[in-house]
């Protein structure tokens, strides 16, 4: 059971969720039967070690429902209470996703990131409306507002994908959307900026781009990062968000500055290493692996990875004053807890 009612979801989100939350993918034994518990555990602990306060269990693979609901409780028992497990509400329909957002409240979850199915297509922002009040009242779980550019809604609803206005609506009738996470029309920070001064007294506002974060935090409070592929940079984005809220926005500065061979390495691979309005989960899932996750075999479908892209993200870490992995490439199809 949750910590909190729907009715308290604000105030708790407010309270407990300061800080930065990272993505955990989904690990598998080597013949790619089964869910590998120890280098999932692996990952959690690494997490809470480089100063996360939670996580985000990525269901966007090829992974079973029952078999998500049991990574996400593999997790929740790793993580403790302390550390915040959050559900991936990313799945076939509506229906799947009412019978996964119950599943992962029963498992442990603390919050749920909503997003929209690839065959979700709404012409109206009514739809929009029916479909996320159709999520949220089926979780006591508070939840994440995901405006964002996959969806597909811009061109037919409005150009910051899910308008203040539908925002305001969704604030105003489900008590348990405590989160938003301003990616809207991306990129850009004008949905961040735009959220935070209408709504970032009532629910919390969260800056998942690093490379956002840390400039606009140094002129309007953020106190969340949620959720994004942060382990990339290992400890680096909690440590940057301590400094922050400690106002020490010069060495936050040049933390920013350090790491910007690594996040332009990143921008420049974007197009041909994800694409298709699909991230490259194998991608993320590499980028931990550099900073001591476990990495490991991901099951078809799966997009791909290249020596070239692998060696260009490992140097742009080295560029910025980091200490990846120097295994050989092939250890990460295999994994740090092969089972």
């Known amino acids: 059971m949750p910590a909190y009612s729907r009715a308290e979801a604000r105030e708790w989100a407010r309270e407990k969720l300061v800080g930065a939350v990272n993505c955990t993918i989904p690990s598998f034994t080597n013949d790619l039967r089964g869910i590998n518990e120890q280098a999932i555990r692996h990952d959690i602990r690494l997490a809470k070690e480089h100063g996360f306060i939670g996580t985000l269990g990525i269901s966007e693979i090829s992974i ?7 990574f996400l409780r593999i997790s929740k028992d790793e993580a403790g209470d302390d ?9 076939n329909d509506l229906e799947q996703n009412l019978e996964a957002v119950r599943g992962a409240e029963e498992a442990g979850a603390d919050l749920v990131l ?28 508070g939840v994440i507002l995901f405006p964002m550019t996959i969806w597909n809604f811009s061109s037919r609803i409005h150009p910051s994908d899910i308008p203040t206005r539908l925002i305001r609506r969704l604030i105003d009738d489900l008590p348990n959307v405590a ?17 935070n001064r209408l709504f970032g007294n009532e629910v919390v506002i969260s800056v998942p781009i690093e490379g956002d974060l840390i400039p606009l935090s140094q002129v309007m409070p953020i106190q969340l990062s949620a959720t ?43 197009q041909g290493m994800h694409g298709g309005s699909v991230l490259n989960r194998m991608a993320w899932k590499f980028q931990g692996w550099l900073q001591g996750y476990n990495g490991g075999p991901l099951r078809q479908p799966t997009m791909r990875l290249q020596d070239s892209q692998m060696a260009a993200l490992r140097k742009g870490l080295i560029d910025s004053g980091l200490e990846p992995s120097m295994d050989p490439f092939r ?7 092969p089972a």
């Open 64 to 70: 079973t429902l029952p078999e998500y609901l049991e």
């Open 83 to 91: 550390f915040h497990l959050v559900h991936h509400a990313s799945w």
């Open 114 to 141: 909503l997003a929209y199915p690839p065959n979700f297509y709404p012409e109206s922002e009514d739809e929009v409306y029916e479909y996320t009040k159709a999520v949220c009242d089926a979780t006591g779980l």
């Open 179 to 195: 989160v938003i996470k301003a990616e809207g029309g991306y990129p850009n920070i004008q949905s961040a900026v735009e959220c």
């Open 228 to 270: 994004s592929d942060h382990e990339y940079f290992g400890p680096m984005i909690p440590r940057v968000m301590e400094l922050l809220r400690e106002g020490k926005y010069d060495d936050a500065t040049q933390i920013y500055w350090q790491l910007h061979p690594a996040r332009k390495t990143k921008a420049g691979l974007f």
């Open 331 to 337: 250890e990460f199809f295999i994994g740090r807890n």
